[in-house]
């Protein structure tokens, strides 16, 4: 049953503004969940959640591939995102299990997403995602491997500030991130394909999937109506959650 909370936890928020690894590692705070292969599963169930976007937005993926400038695009940005995501690793990786910058990573998401309140996107298409704009989502995107700091609020914020439709913002936030959660599956692939047919890697990749389409729909649904902002106040209070465990 714990690899199922896992899977929901990471279903939910890993679509949701709420850093998916930020709730992965203080539930594992919290369950006392010091498995020797933690990593490789959080990575199995990031694999879940790539399903689940690649399904829920198969048409514009397809619409997408088309379109060789934004496929080149979103290359350069899963290579810019990969060299940050590598250098903040090097740097700072070994206090990703400290409360403290947990805390600090949920503050920035918390402060990132209330400031939407007053910013709710322009009308830029995604035909005017160029290299600047690629480079640009790149840095976020791999800043965003902090816990408590949301890949998908910090993308989907900044796409907006920069003046793209918040659909636009929305679908490219998830797109971009595909390439992303692929080279982790495989650069983990060899801890992964081992347990992968284990009866709570099933389960936990079903619940991950399925909570991740859910929390699809949800978002899509809340920044149509420019609520974005409310997840802000649901991250200040893991901020406190964050000083307690």
């Known amino acids: 049953i714990v690899y199922v909370i896992f899977g929901v936890i990471q279903g939910i928020s890993e679509f949701l503004p709420i850093s998916s690894s930020g709730h992965l590692y203080i539930v594992s705070n919290i369950l006392k969940f010091c498995s020797s292969d933690k990593l490789a599963f959080f990575v199995w ?32 940005t899963t290579i810019v ?13 070994i206090y990703f299990d400290n409360h403290h910058l947990i805390m600090y990573g949920f503050m920035a998401t918390a402060v990132l997403l209330l400031l939407s309140k007053f910013r709710s996107g322009g009308v830029m298409s995604i035909d005017q995602y160029n290299i600047k704009e690629a480079v640009i ?9 902090i816990p408590g700091i949301s890949r998908s609020g910090i993308t989907i914020t ?3 500030r920069r003046g793209f439709n918040p659909t636009i ?3 490219l936030s998830f797109i971009a991130a595909i390439p992303v959660i ?11 394909i081992h347990n992968a047919f284990s009866t709570i890697y ?8 399925i909570s991740g389409l859910a929390a699809l729909k949800i978002l899509n649904k809340v920044i149509s109506r420019k609520h974005l902002y409310y ?8 901020i406190a959650v964050s000083l307690i465990i």
């Open 202 to 209: 099933v389960w936990g990749f079903i619940s991950a999937f």
């Open 81 to 93: 995102t990969s060299v940050m995501a590598i250098a903040i690793e090097k740097t700072i990786g």
């Open 158 to 160: 900044t796409l907006m």
């Open 45 to 76: 169930l990031h694999f879940a959640t790539l399903f689940a976007v690649l399904v829920f937005f198969y048409k514009e993926i397809v619409l997408i591939l088309k379109k060789k400038a934004i496929v080149t695009n979103i290359i350069i």
């Open 169 to 171: 913002s929305f679908q």
């Open 231 to 238: 997840f802000g106040y649901y991250c200040v209070f893991m």
């Open 182 to 192: 692929l080279a982790a599956f495989i650069y983990e692939s060899s801890s992964i």
């Open 137 to 145: 989502l790149g840095i976020v995107q791999g800043i965003a491997v």
